[in-house]
């Protein structure tokens, strides 16, 4: 649950301590450091959380956290030119993402404070003196645009959403709900986990920007791992999202949601490895959402577009035609939920205090804009509100709720015929279909290969000729940006969610993408790599003590 209007609340302690601390170091750089700074922030991220793992009856794991990271950000020189210019494709990185005191207790806060003030300060000054040299002998970048945005500075804060969670009822749960795996002798890892986090954000700037906010998030995640004949390592995974662990699903859902993982595991161990192939495909909305963070998100994210070590596929192409004319790409993090499903990647402000806002990326198939974080590019001096890091790194523009919308919809079986009929039209054996996926992964660098994984768990052959679609494994869709985008034929007319964690430059952060289904013309997949281990001689215990 995330607050996103102001309460009559007046600043919390932290925030008090944290202003008084910046106000005084940064007078004293100003007047004594060399070079001075001009800007400076404070960031804590205060976080609890709650991790239960449980498998066959049996409580795994179960740990409770309680942190408060401090990161520093110091900014010498000037906005025009300072310390976070990237020089040669490297990333400068300053803050280490200190602990503090869990109290509001000054002394101990203020001695964290002035000792990370410090050590960033040291870096921050050591850096701009050596890129400033350095910046001589170099050829001058193609995008000399300024390093920082000036934003208005915002005052905003909210009560933090109370954290409530029941460590022994939901240990006793999870091990009731584990143990239906027992029912699957394929299923040789299986487990039933949940995780519940409160985070409290505070931010305070030398602009004036004072910030508290915070939200809950809680995830129940359904996994089973078996190991097919040929030693194929195979995988399910089912996930429940709330914006409150009280709202994750009642034990009969989560039953009947183990016995379709088991069932479906059972399949995959029977089913017939994958044949590499290229030709028409259909990927369901959960499919096409991280087809579209993977192979487009990351390449629309600002930094990148300045970056001469990236492949900047998109830099140039504003106002130009980049997807089919009937879609268009919104990321919008003032969505808590789609369709009353919480929404991972939803925030009141990023994490350089800008308040969020839809962003139009793409209107019906024209890039419009980018993500951006407070690092300007040519021809987008602005933040949008995209500027994102776990604690203890350094903030770069990241993705946050991926809309995909379409205006070519059709029903769910309209599209299965439109895709029967492509495989016809293409003298194809069968088409196929992307039921779920796990996630995906994408080299944007300019040195490598742009290139995508999406890494699917349920994948279907679909014959022309009416014979039953069949259950292959073993799959992994490859491909290059550009040329996937022009396949794009058609979408479904109901959207679905995928909720998960992203990994780049600066850390792991909630996101989310909310998808159609997509029709393609064409798609190529590749076999999964596979392990020559075979299943366990062993049959299971339980199994040795029926007979």
Known sequence: MLALCATAQAQSPLVKILSDELDRNFTILKQKGDPPPYFMDYAVSDAVADVLVASEGSLDVQSHSHSRILDVSIRAGSPEFDNYRRVGGDRPRFTAGSSIALDDNPASIKQSLWLATDRVYRAVSNRLIRIKTDEKLRAQASDTSADFSKEDPQVFFSVAPRYKFDSADWAKRLRKLSAEFSKFPGALNSNVSVEAERVAKTLVTTEGTRLEHGRLFARMV?????????GMDLETVQTFEADDPSKLPKDAQILAAVEQQGKTLTDLLHAQPADPFVGPAILSGRAA??????IFGHRVEGHRQKDESEGQTFTKSVGKLVLPD?????????????????????YAYDDEGVKARPVTVVENGILKTFLMSRAPIDGFPQSNGHGRRSAGNEVVSR???LFVESSKKVSDAQLREMLIAEVKRQGKPYGVYFEDVMGGYTTTARRGLQAFTVIPL?????YPDGRPDELIRGVDIVGTPLASFAKIVATSDKMVVFNGICGAESGDVPVSAVAPALLVSEIEIQRKERSQDRPPYLSRPTEEGQR
């Open 222 to 230: 359904i996994s089973a791992h078996g190991k097919a004949s040929d």
């Open 289 to 294: 959402g991280v087809f579209f963070h993977e």
């Open 326 to 346: 009937f879609l268009s790409v919104v990321f919008d993090a003032t969505r808590p939920d789609f369709e009353g499903l919480a929404l991972n990647g939803t």
């Open 399 to 401: 993705q946050s709720n």
């Open 458 to 462: 349920v994948v279907y052959r679909v």
